[in-house]
Structures are given as C-alpha cells and as structure tokens.
C-alpha cells in the first residue's frame, strides 16, 4: 500500500470512529394526548459533536471525497457554506489534519464565524451571496484542492441504504413503539439530502411512510416541487437558517418527496419558542418549521380517523440563535408577530385542529 492510500485508510477510520460515537441521537417524544392514537417524535440532531444535523452531512461529504481519490494528505478543502455545514467540516478538517477554507456572504453573523474558526477553519468573504459558487470553486481550482460543493453532492454522499444513516437510526429507534412504521416523516430542505435519505430509504425498504418536506418562506424548492421547473428560482434569502434556498439546488431530488408545505417565518420561530415550553427543548428555526408541519399533518390524521407516528427533526441547539429568533427585539424588527400563531398552536395542542388564518 503506498503512502497516500496509506493516509487515505486511516482518514477514513477517524471518521467511522467519530460516527460510532455520535451517529444514534436521542427519539425525543413529544407531549400529545393519548387518546388521540398520534405519536410524534423529535430526532434530536442537536447533540452530534459539532452541534448539528449538518455532522452527518459533513462527514459524508469528505468521506465521499475520500473514497472517490479526491482527498489526499494535504488536501484543501473548499466549502461554499456560512453555516452549520462549514462548522462540522471544519471540525472534520481538523481532525484529519487538512486545511479548510469556507466562501461566505460578508454579511455573516459573527457567531457563525467565531465557530467556523474555533474549529481551526478560514472564511473567504464576498460581497453578494450568489458569488459564493463561483469564487469557492475559483479557490479550489487556484490551490489544487478539493471544492466539497455540498448542494451537489449532498444527495449522492449520503447513504440511503444502511451504514446506519439518519433514517435507519430512526427505524432502529421506533422498533418497540406502538406504532413502528411512522404515517409521515417531516424534514426541511437545505441541501434536500435529507428528504433524499429519507425518500430514498423507505421506498426502499418498501414502508409505507410518506416524506413531507417543509419549505420557509423565499425558498426556490416548493415552486421547483409544484412545477417541476429544475431551474426554479426566488433570488431571495430565507429568514430560517439551514433551510430554504433562492435557487433550486442540484441534491434536491422531487421525485422522492410525497408532500411539501410552505411554512410562514412567524410560525418557524413560534414553534421553537413552544418547544421549549413543553418539552425544555431548545432548538433553532428549521426545527420550528418541522413541527408546523407536523402539527398540520397530525391535525389532518386526527380528521381522517387515522392513527400511527410522524418524526421530525431537532436540527440544531437554540443556543446559536439567542440574539435572533429568541430575542423579541429582533423579531419585530423584522416586522414579525408571533401572537396568532402561538395561538394557533396552543389550539391544536388542545383539540387536535389546526386553524388556517
């Protein structure tokens, strides 16, 4: 074996090693009356060890690179991500003693930042957000490296079969629960290689279980969903971080999503807040826009006389998004009023209907 297959072969154990540590995250139950006949579970990706859904994905994303011969030792990694992508691959990076650099949008919250770097990753600014492909492959070309290109690889990086990914786990976990096989598996839409693991997986392993992918308002993927167009595009930014996306991106896979729901903001965020009401559970938006879902989906069994589980996914910790969506001086200014939909909400929680306003 020479040295850098060598090299390669050991990459790739530290990265099954921090999967075996990390990869089976907690079922969290979610309080609903018993006699409604309707569980609803939280897959809480908030506990990986960078924080996020988006380790999963990270470590998938430079294993696919390792394994295709596009990561040696000494490898640059390019990333095109201000997020929590680029804050597990950075992690990632360093644990393998790689070089990371990530393109971000001038405009990112230092927070973001501040964790990209703690993990011993670079950012590389522009000045408009749509420039963040072009320069990021731009920088992987100039230097030799290795562009990870998350929003094209995100889909066919992640295995949907078995190796314990995100929807075996939850298979695994449900098992011994009343109802093991769940009516609707809700999730946002980042990347879209989570509906596509999802999607993927249960059609299969031949269940029944629908996927719902949940939309945020801007985002290019429920019209690029409703019509079919592969270049669908909004040019507008999504208010809840981690989902949603202005154009339609090429990991997003359709054909493997049984419904999707675009969520209003206000709803996102007054989820979360009753969240961690009920459960002191404390999540960032995306999560908030898993449960509107859910709850709408819930509230429709309950009227079709239908029985069985939906999961959903905590996808990272509130911790991050304390001077945002938790900060009611931030909320209204962004014109925001949370009132109605906690109502809303509250409602359900009470009579098992949903009321659109």
């Known amino acids: 074996m020479d040295e850098r297959r060598a090299w390669v072969t050991g990459a790739v154990r530290l990265l099954e090693a921090d999967a075996n540590r990390s990869a089976d995250t907690h079922l969290h139950v979610f309080p609903l009356p018993l006699e409604w006949g309707i569980d609803l579970y939280l897959k809480d990706e908030s506990v990986h060890p960078t924080g996020s859904l988006k380790h999963r994905l990270a470590r998938s994303l430079i294993l696919y690179g390792l394994v295709n011969g596009r990561i040696g030792p000494g490898t640059v990694l390019v990333e095109a991500s201000s997020g929590s992508t680029a804050v597990s691959e950075a992690y990632f990076a360093r644990m393998l003693g790689l070089e990371f650099v990530t393109v971000v949008p001038r405009t990112t919250s230092p927070e973001k930042i501040d964790l990209i770097e703690f993990y011993g990753g670079r950012c590389h600014y522009v000045d408009r957000p749509p420039e963040i492909y072009s320069e990021a492959e731009r920088l992987a070309r100039e230097c030799g490296g290795h562009y990870l ?13 078995s190796n314990n990914n995100i929807a075996e786990s939850v298979f695994q976990q449900l098992a011994e629960e009343r109802y093991p096989v769940p009516r609707w598996i809700v999730v946002g839409a980042g ?17 029944d279980t629908q ?19 592969d270049d669908y595009e909004t040019g507008l930014p999504s208010r809840i971080e981690g989902i949603g996306r202005p154009r339609m991106e090429p990991s997003f896979i359709p054909g493997v999503v049984d419904e999707m729901m675009c969520i209003p903001d206000e709803e996102s965020i007054a989820a979360i807040r009753l969240l961690r009401d009920k459960t002191l559970h404390w999540a960032g938006g995306s999560t908030g826009t898993n449960l509107a879902g859910a709850f709408r989906l819930i509230s429709r069994m309950r009227e079709a006389g239908e029985t069985g589980s939906v999961v959903t996914l905590i996808c990272d910790g509130g911790a991050r998004y304390e001077r945002t969506y938790y900060d009611d001086a931030w909320v209204a200014q962004q014109g925001m009023d949370l009132s109605s939909a906690r109502t809303r909400m509250e409602e359900f929680l009470e009579t098992g209907r949903w009321r659109d306003d």
């Open 211 to 229: 996927v719902c992918v949940v939309d945020p308002e801007n985002s290019a993927f429920y019209g690029a969903w409703e019509t079919g167009a």
């Open 191 to 207: 990347t879209g290689g989570t509906s596509a693991t999802f999607g993927r997986y249960v059609r299969y392993r031949r269940h």
């Open 149 to 161: 290109d998350q929003f094209t690889f995100a889909e066919r990086a992640t295995d949907w079969r």
